[in-house]
């Protein structure tokens, strides 16, 4: 019994255990070199990973609250190894932060929340692990706390959000007033499609929307993402976001089977302007977060279409391209994060010249710019394909051709900043920057994944398998 | 009409009156007195439907403790010197036009839905009694339980940093 | 033999035989209703006396000597004064809230007396939550202090508004956790099941060094709660002139004053039944003739004299102890007695669950 109970929370349990060491590290009064901790931790971080991914077990726990299975499990991994490599990413930036252990508590705490997320099996629990993932994020935007557009872009954050989560929160109301049950496993079959449950359907989504940044909910997105830190936009840009991405797919297809029809046509708008709104914005931006923010409300789009496809394809390629999309986006970010902790330059026009000075950052930023823009070699292009595969099921063509459009779109602007770093001379350049060992190691995970996961594809079938 | 069902409309009118004051108040001191007359009015609700617990602790947690706080920071905060920004006349009419269109939605899909047998077992239940409460919510409800106490710890460290800076 | 409960069953029988159950149950609201207040104006009258009397004493002088013998109308005379008072208010005041607080303070007051017991059997609402109620609707005093403050437009009276409103929040947690810990040992937030369950023997002796820690925190943090010295910084007359009520005059200022002392009795009244018995006379195990010689003594008296001398202490505490800072205070509330209680609580609740309290 207690032994199930161990394997089946593995990965939640260990989580809360390093909560607790860095607990009682803060509270300890021994003072510890900002250096030595965060290798501490990040060997903690890697040992999390390494005992996620061995002996893991399925089933449910505390009468049906918390389910776990083997497509689970695997999402978690992904999530942990993201967490892993923004860790590394961030060393640069947190060496030099007096609240380090806050971080990293506040930074596993929403990994928490996320983990139960997924495992939850009840809407209670659902909103509660929702809530967990995102009130510390809207903490840790504000880690900046020198800057006031830090502060503004944490006080942005926990408004949308409380906004979004009181919407998400009404609909569940409202759901329970019609269907009279709250479990995941009973819901299906009280779903009639009357107009109250359709109406709370639509505030559940709306309330999804906003943590995903699908466009009509998105405009909280840039601003956040170009006022918090680095280390903070990628954890928001790519953990939370995929995180809330999976467990989109489960409950979709598994507790709201019933209303596909409705949100069939609603996942259908709802990507077609997440798309095209998203790269107009990306096409004018300057700033190099707000830029890839744009950009990831554009991927979000297709994550959209993928979803839609409704069926074992479509979990299989979303959670494929999550997979890439972690990949390339923190390879993207691991470069800006560099230079903007050492140069402390945001810019696009900053980076022109950039391949004179730094050619291996250059080509780093350059791989995951064109796996983000969908080019063949890369994994993005398999991660966009099967996307569009998993779409195209349904036979509407109309959304294939406006994603594909949008594909070329993205290419325009991806290419734009590879050209200003390439060919554009610059005055002042950014100078020749050393980069430190961890940071090294998590881009060549990345590049190395993103390669890798283009020419290799058996981990498509793997995800598929799991599925099954 | 009983009691309960005069209560009930006293109390639902008392909510809404002072909910839409709290909107239509232009000083912000006497928004959050509204709303604290909101929280009473919906403890008794909670009162009316045999949740004492919930009715008081409502009244201790928003009344008694968030609303005071509220109440603090409105206080600190010269009011005088922030303007309200002045919106234009379109996005006024766009905001009351989509208010319109949910509110109708919503009255469209309530008087729609069916009726629940779930809804009206609340009524003279005793669920709503600390010891009932007290045993599901450490049973089936334990997990639950045990996330909001880590969610409020981390909700503390990022404020306690923040407010550290 | 004449009791409280006797008198209370008499008029509620004779009521709802000789009217139909509306009107009875009309009858009965205003009567508690007359009740209430009455009690509330006695009170003030013989809490300030009491505290006059008593501050005179600890300083060695006679205190009020002048109007009736020993000086016993002082305060008729000083309540006939604030009351032909003119009340005013100031011109750039906030004047709805202005007027509007003394009045939600007051009602505060009033609505914790529906819970307690005030002899056998005589309680205005045994609510099954009366312990939790009481933490809440006190509370909410808070706001109307809070209001008056704001509503002011003074920077006294605003300062002395957020010293209390911090006062009394924080406090409220150890004054909670305290009441809990009783809670937790007689297994009801029911005032009429806590009081029964002290038949044997009254909490502070039954619960041993748990219930005694539990009773000294509560009784500290009450005495903050209410503003009391040395804990009064919210009305410190050197630093803030009267704090938040400063710009009252005549009754709106008795108001604010009366229900000061009303609160002090009310949470003596919650400290005596909770850990002194309340009504439950002093009974010593099986020596059946003293129990019989303490029965006699009928249950009011018991409450009121026990009740007594918490105020009685309380008032001792004001010219023992110089006042703290604001920072002390704080300090004292979140570094030493919210811990102290939160481990007592555990401490008390582990005695529970053993059973090792009689």
Redo the contacts between chains.
Sequence with gaps: MLTDFLLLMKQELLL?AI?FILVFIKLGSKERSNESLLNAINILLLINLIAGIFNSQTGT???D??NTNQLFIFEKNILNFGVLIISLQSYDWLKKHK?LI?FY??LL??L??MF?MLSSN?L??FY??L??ST??I???C??D?EKRKS?EA?FKMIISSAFSSGLLLLGISFFY?????LNFAEIPATL?G???Q??SFVLLIAGFGFKISAVPFHLWTADVYEGSPISVTSFLSVISKGAVVFVLVSVLYKVFEPLSEYWYTILFLLSLLTMIIGNLFALRQQNMKRFLAFSSIAQVGFILIGISGQSLEGTASVVFFILIYILSNLAAFGVINLVSSKCDKESIGDYKGFYKSNPQLTWVLTIALFSLAGIPPTAGFFGKFFLLMAGAAKNNYLLITVAALNMVIALYYYLRVIKAMFMDANENPIEKIKIPFQPKLAMIICVAGIIILGIYSNCYQYIFSLIK | MGVTAILFWILSSLALLSAIMIVVSK?P??SV?WL?LVFFAISGHYLLLNA??LA??N??VY???I???F??VL??IDLKKIVDPQRSLWIKLVGVATGCCLLL??I???S???Q????TQTIGGNIG??ENLGKILFS?????FE??S??F???M??????GK? | MPSLENIANFIHNWLYTTFNATVALLLEFTIVAILVIGLFSVLGLVLIFMERKVSAYMQVRLGPNRVGPKGIFQTVADTLKLMVKEGMTPNNA?KF?FNLAPFIVMTAAMLILAPLAFAKNFQIWD???GV??V???S??S??GI??A??ASNNKYS?LG??RS??QI?SY?LSAGLSIITIVVLSES?KISTIIESQANGWWIFKGHIPAIIAFVIFIIAVTAETNRAPFDLAEAESELTAGFHTEYSGMKFALFFLAEYVNIFIVCVIGATLFLGGWMPLHFGTNTTFNEMMDYIPSSLWLFGKTFFLIFVIMWFRWTFPRLRIDQLLNLEWKYLLPISMINLLLATAMAILGWHF
């Design positions: 809360v909560i726990l505390f009468g609250m918390f609240h806050e508590l506040l705490s929403a928490l929340g139960l009840n209670l629990m509660l692990a809530e967990l009130i510390p809207a903490a840790l504000n880690f706390l502060s944490a007033g019609t269907t009279g049950t009639n009357n107009a109250l359709i109406f | 000083n001191v006497h007195l604290i004492q617990f008081i602790v009244i201790i009344a008694g403790a609303m005071v706080l109440l603090y206080m600190l939605v919503l469209a899909a309530l729609k839905a069916d629940t047998t779930a809804l009694l600390v089936e409800y334990l997990v639950p996330i909001s880590i969610l710890l981390s909700a460290v990022g404020a306690v940093v923040i800076k | 906030d809230l609510i099954n939550i939790l109620f933490t809440a609707i509370s909410v808070v706001i809070l209001m403050g704001w605003l508004a957020m409103g911090a929040v409220e937030l």
